[in-house]
């Protein structure tokens, strides 16, 4: 990404919908693979 030039964002309008998409399914998938990690407790 480019420095910020006179406290502009860098990312565009078009491009900032692709990147929430990618930080949430990261989000998503980083979720489900420690969900599937953690074995049930046994008494």
Known sequence: MKER???ASSISVLHAPYYMLKVTAAILLAYAR???R??????
């Open 5 to 7: 030039q006179g406290g």
């Open 38 to 43: 953690i074995e049930p407790r046994t008494l």
């Open 34 to 36: 420690s969900w599937h």
